[in-house]
């Protein structure tokens, strides 16, 4: 009978086990060769069954209790046999084993001779360097729970534990990916590596990193970089990580989510060791094609100071942006004062007692590498006060005060180049999108060259998404119809009847002067769908950027939130489009969104009875419209019937003039992203393929729109849904498609709005399609009107 708590031997290897427990310690080494027949036999045939808990009974007596030195010599010198490598490892096995080993030696120096107890140590020793290289074939993420904290060292080749376990780090390292986990687990080790080898331990992980498939690897790579940035105790971990892998500093989507993260931080007060963590990290994005001092300033121009509760962390921030500061860089310059004027009037506004002593040491700072200081210096001060005045709520400044501030804004800043390519740069990044219109007119009035006109170009890479936005608006303006002269010139329209869209509207009252262009409050792309463009990319990037706050919220709410935004914003600009057409002419595009609201049921009285009559199902509604006279209750349906997610249809209504009238429906199918712990994101979205199947089945028009974070662009993507279904076939998935997978092959969602709802009208017109809209059982959730006239 075996003790209580531990594990039985299987019954035919019993008999052996009892022999051993039995022989003295003076003993033990001589049988030791008729115990090593004995078990090899048992080996040879022994069932997988037998072998796993042989296994279980191995580890349960080296890992606790009181063991003769015979039951010892026979346990480690079997241990390649009895601990297999195909179940979990257990943690600490390489201390136990060694303590094990220590006692067993122990009790056979005092039993025998010195020349028997090293012979034995130098077996036991090659057989635990046998079990763990072993392990690690097939669990390199295990390597620092088997060794603990053991002391080790590294010669180029192998790791030695103890001094005398070895670990060949060419035996056991994958290919591709698979060597990530060994790698991060080999970095984890270096604090405990002597110091004579950890410099060949640190450059022998960067050597294999350098030959990693870098699009395989860099996406397992960056989630523990930012694992470790977003801890506060993550520092030391941090550096040692960049230092291991420095083919992530090159790499853009990290800058952009470390740039993210570092603005979500401050937006909700995070730790102060993780604003710093991510200033450190950011500091290290300094080469082509990323920018991390842009990086770090990005999570502070949007920021509102005075909404933060403490203005320590925006003050660190920036402070580390100031000690980074590149010189020749007079955009960066004014953006720091611009940010430093704002923190001193929320340091003021709060009473904080160093602001005006703060501001006095951040100009003396910035003075002395910028050219024309002064100018950057009221031109920043003048910004601080009139972009708040753009805000909902605050006076907003009329058209001929912008035009004059715009026109004093080109006397003073636009003489020197220097001085042009900062102010450009900084209007197109930092002002506020309410403001956004008068920042494109500034700059227009300030590009002057054909330099000035290429360092706009250049700011299509800029880290900001914001700016590679408005930079596409000014393209569009600097490369208008060809004229006589240059080309790109805006000329005036021939036509005889007048302008036929938005922009050849403005380029005319541009043109023959009618109305300075100072006084357009709107100034958008060659026509209306670009101006929808830009209206909707930013209702697009701003429910991206909040999705992770909102992802938890069901899907129909978060669908629901998005169509109003986008109808709201078409809304607005209709109200500016308007000002510039003919009184009673009617608008050109025309939005509505409608909601299938659940089937309303009365709440039954006294006086009702069976036979009464089942209440009627409503139309399709209004979002948000609930009658509030009548009682619902939300019904579930019967089994089998369940709806398969939510459902949007796009249905387009085009009348041109009396000759061409056509109504066409999209299905798009809703998905959304979820996460399987904080801030990790699944690889994978959740959708049932025989979902894809039946909406294919009723039509050729079918979408579906993902709903997911920045990654790393703050925009939905929208994919056909057979193509989606192609690449769940290609993956054999049943159940879902891969985030990769969608994000190489999707467009955006305002992309797709204008270019093939509105642009190429794509939909079905089967009459089929069109009466399913109004069906109660298995309509679509929401119904998008859109009427083009």
């Keep these: 009978m075996h003790p209580a708590g531990e594990t039985g031997w299987p019954e035919s290897l019993r008999p052996l086990y009892e022999t051993v427990t039995g022989t003295p310690a003076a003993e033990a080494v001589a049988a030791s060769t008729q115990w090593r027949e004995s078990f090899a036999s048992w080996v040879k045939g022994a069932t997988l069954d037998e072998r796993t808990l042989a296994q279980a009974a191995a580890w349960s007596r080296l890992d606790a209790g009181e063991r003769t030195p015979a039951e010892l010599l026979f346990l480690l010198s079997s241990c390649s046999e009895l601990l297999w490598p195909y179940a979990a490892p257990p943690r600490d096995l390489l201390p136990r084993l060694m303590a094990r080993q220590e006692s067993m030696l122990t009790a056979l120096l005092e039993a025998g001779d010195a020349d028997t107890a090293a012979r034995v140590r130098r077996e036991t020793e090659a057989t635990v360097t046998t079990v763990l290289t072993r392990i690690l074939k097939r669990h390199p993420d295990a390597l620092q729970s088997l060794v603990g904290d053991a002391p080790c060292t590294f010669d180029g080749r192998a790791l030695r534990f103890h001094g005398a376990v070895e670990v060949d780090l060419r035996q056991v390292l994958g290919t591709g990916a698979k060597s990530v986990a060994l790698l991060e687990q080999l970095r984890a080790l270096m604090p405990a590596t002597a110091a004579d080898g950890r410099d060949r ?184 006060e009139l972009w708040p005045r753009f805000m909902p709520g605050a006076v907003r400044p009329g058209l001929d005060e912008l035009a004059a501030w715009r026109q004093e804004v080109a006397d003073r800043v636009g003489r020197k180049p220097v001085l042009r390519k900062a102010a450009i740069e900084f209007f197109l990044w930092c002002a506020p999108d309410a403001a956004s219109s008068e920042a494109e007119l500034t700059v227009l009035a300030l590009v002057r060259t054909a330099t000035d006109r290429r360092q706009v170009k250049r700011l299509k890479e800029h880290p900001s998404s914001r700016v590679r936005l408005r930079v596409r608006t000014l393209q569009s303006w600097f490369q208008g119809p060809p004229g006589k002269g240059k080309p790109g010139t805006p000329v005036e329209p021939t036509q005889a009847s007048g302008p036929a869209t938005l922009t050849e509207a403005l380029r005319h009252l541009h043109v023959t002067r009618a109305v300075p262009l100072g006084g357009r409050t709107w100034l958008r792309d060659r026509d209306l769908e670009e101006l929808l463009l830009g209206a909707f990319g930013r209702v697009e990037a701003e429910f991206s950027s909040r999705y992770p706050e909102r992802f938890r919220e069901d899907t129909e709410t978060l669908a629901a939130d998005l169509l109003e935004a986008l109808r709201a914003e078409l809304e607005r600009v209709k109200a500016d489009v ?34 009464a009559p089942a209440a009627a199902a409503p139309p399709v509604e209004p979002v948000g419209a609930v009658p509030s006279d009548v009682e619902v209750a939300f019904v579930a349906p019967p089994p089998g019937t369940a709806r398969p997610g939510v459902e949007v249809a796009f249905v387009l209504d085009v009348a041109v003039g009396d000759f061409l009238r056509t109504r066409r429906v999209v299905s798009v199918q809703v998905v959304k992203l979820e996460q399987r712990g904080e801030g990790q994101w699944l690889p994978a979205f959740r959708l049932g393929r025989e979902h894809l199947d039946a909406q294919l089945l009723r039509t050729d028009a079918a979408f579906c729109l993902f709903l997911a974070p920045p990654f790393p662009r703050a925009e939905c993507w929208v994919v056909p849904s057979r193509t989606v279904r192609a690449l769940m076939e290609s993956q054999r998935s049943l159940s879902g498609v891969t985030r990769d997978g969608v994000q190489r092959v999707a467009r955006s969602l305002s992309h797709w709005l204008l270019g093939d709802v509105v642009g190429l009208w794509t939909g079905d017109e089967r009459p089929e399609s069109l009466a399913r809209l109004s069906s109660a059982k298995d309509g679509p959730d929401f119904v998008v009107e859109w009427g083009l006239r």
């Design 201 to 384: 331990l640190a450059e022998f992980i960067r050597t294999r990193a350098s030959r990693l498939p870098w699009r395989e690897a860099s996406e397992v790579l960056a989630e523990r970089l930012f694992s470790l940035a977003t801890s506060p105790e993550g520092r030391s971990g941090m550096s040692g990580f960049l230092a291991c892998y420095p083919g992530g500093r090159k790499e853009p989507d990290w800058c952009a989510r470390a740039g993210l993260l570092l603005s979500r931080t401050l937006e909700v007060g995070g730790p102060p060791e993780v604003v710093e963590n991510l200033c450190e990290l950011l500091a290290r994005f300094d080469a082509p094609p990323v920018d991390g001092l842009r990086g770090a300033l990005g999570a502070l121009v949007n920021g509102d100071f005075d909404a933060s509760a403490d203005l320590g962390p925006v003050r660190f921030v920036l402070d580390h942006c100031q000690a980074t500061l590149r010189k020749g860089e007079p955009g960066l310059v004014l953006t720091l004062l611009w940010l430093e004027e704002r923190l001193f009037r929320a340091s003021v506004r709060k009473g904080a007692p160093d602001a005006f002593d703060r501001r006095k040491r951040a100009l003396s700072k910035l003075k002395p590498g910028a050219p024309g200081f002064e100018q950057l210096h009221w031109l920043a001060e003048e910004c601080a």
């Design 578 to 611: 308007a000002a510039l057409m003919s009184q009673g002419q009617p608008a050109p595009l025309e939005m509505t969104v409608r909601r299938r609201e659940p089937v309303p049921v009365p709440m039954p009285g006294p006086e009702d009875g069976e036979g």
